[in-house]
């Protein structure tokens, strides 16, 4: 079995027919083969249980609910067979049954799945978290940043600033020198990843001309190939993207809050691991920026949409944008910015716990900071914008009002 499974989704997999087939009709080969992938992945072993506790759930309502019939459960099953094969391969798989588990007894909800796939197809959906977390390959303890392709080969990229293109032709520059890799063509949809660590930044050039910029202590996944109705990214941390415009393509920035979408603009977004605060600053063009079911925050050049998770509220400001997109041109610029913000970007940046002590955290302060230089000489920097003195301890860096 050339297919690659593990980053799939329980709607995913109950729209694939060698799984469909393998519950409807096991055989030794194919109870041995998702018993394998089960051990290999735990992510994935996990989606399986779900698609199959549903599939086994739907297939025993008869003996719940007196009103379905052997007939009917029959002709269920022969609906999801021939819907399965019937879907374009070349088509993301459409979702087929998209149901909460624990609302699969209700014969209602199983009546209405017939009705619910024919009338209202659905794109599937890529679950990234699962690409993030079943690639055993990263190394996050490297220092440089790495590049980890579909089929789980790994490149590391040395260099504090590093470059990526991609050719319409499938060959692949890495800073500026032509690389092969072992890749094979099909029709699924692969996906590759680029980790970049505290200290140093990279930068992406996509097929199409979109221009990806990615901030320290940042990862992107995207598609080899984009798909040909939409162009879609995942990212934690920070980026900065100018997207070539298609209005037949768009462009979408998916975080694990937050869809940006786009038709050609230019636009920062920052959405870090574990930091309740993200913002979206647009530079140029219009973006759309939505927070799942909630409404639609459309942006406006110099605008910033600033989303708190553990508040719930989001809010639209007029900023000067160079101080939140200058980082991809090696520099922090700030204007009369509070000196904790400044410091919180440092500490991540360059990976090293810096903190204010009070008052030193109510100070603000104006300049620019080169992000190319240490950060003992950053610091040194920094003391020339503000009243402040700074003590190296060990493994973290203190900051005082200077007396």
Request: hydrophobic share 35%; glycine share 4%; with cysteine.
């Amino acid at each position: 079995m050339d297919k690659n499974y593990s980053t799939y989704t329980a709607d995913q997999l109950l729209n694939d027919n060698f799984f469909i087939q393998s519950e409807l009709h096991p055989t030794e080969k194919s109870l041995v083969f998702w018993k394998d992938i089960q051990k290999k992945n735990a992510v994935l072993s996990e989606e399986i249980k779900n698609a199959r506790l549903l599939l086994h759930t739907i297939k025993n309502i008869d003996t719940n609910c007196s009103s379905l019939s052997d007939k009917d459960e029959h002709a269920l099953w022969q609906r999801i067979e021939l819907k399965n094969r019937k879907v374009d391969k070349k088509l993301k798989r459409r979702a087929l049954i998209r149901i909460t588990i624990g609302m699969a007894a209700s014969l209602l909800l199983l009546v209405a799945i017939g009705k619910y796939t024919t009338q209202h197809p659905e794109e599937s959906k890529t679950n990234y978290q699962a690409i993030l977390q079943s690639n055993q390959n990263s190394d996050n303890t490297n220092p440089n940043v790495q590049l980890i392709l579909s089929n789980n080969e790994k490149l590391t990229i040395d260099g504090t600033e590093t470059k990526l293109e991609y050719k319409k032709e499938g060959k692949i520059k890495v800073n500026s020198e032509q690389v092969s890799f072992n890749t094979k063509e099909d029709q699924e949809q692969k996906f590759n990843q680029l980790i970049v660590p505290t200290g140093r930044r990279s930068s992406i050039i996509f097929a199409d001309g979109t221009q990806l910029w990615v901030n320290s202590g940042s990862k992107v996944v995207y598609p080899v190939k984009f798909a040909k109705e939409k162009r879609e990214i995942f990212v934690e941390g920070e980026i900065y993207l100018h997207v070539s415009q298609d209005e037949q393509m768009p462009f979408i920035v998916k975080t694990n809050q937050m869809d940006i979408k786009v038709l050609g603009t230019q636009f920062n977004v920052m959405a870090y691991k574990n930091e309740v605060n993200m913002q979206v600053v647009l530079v140029s063009g219009k973006v759309e920026v939505n927070l799942g079911n909630k409404c639609k925050n459309i942006l406006a050049p110099n605008q910033m949409f600033s989303y708190n998770s553990n508040m719930n509220k989001g809010k639209i400001s007029t900023v000067d944008t160079d101080d939140y997109v200058a980082w991809k041109d090696g520099y922090y610029q700030f204007h009369q910015q509070p000196l904790k913000e400044i410091v919180k970007k440092l500490s991540r940046y360059y990976g090293v716990h810096i903190y204010c002590e009070a008052p030193a955290d109510k100070l603000s302060c104006s300049g620019k900071l080169d992000l190319k230089e240490s950060l003992d000489k950053v610091m040194k920097a920094l003391k020339e914008a503000a009243p402040i003195q700074i003590e190296n301890k060990y493994e973290s860096v203190e900051i005082k009002v200077k007396h």
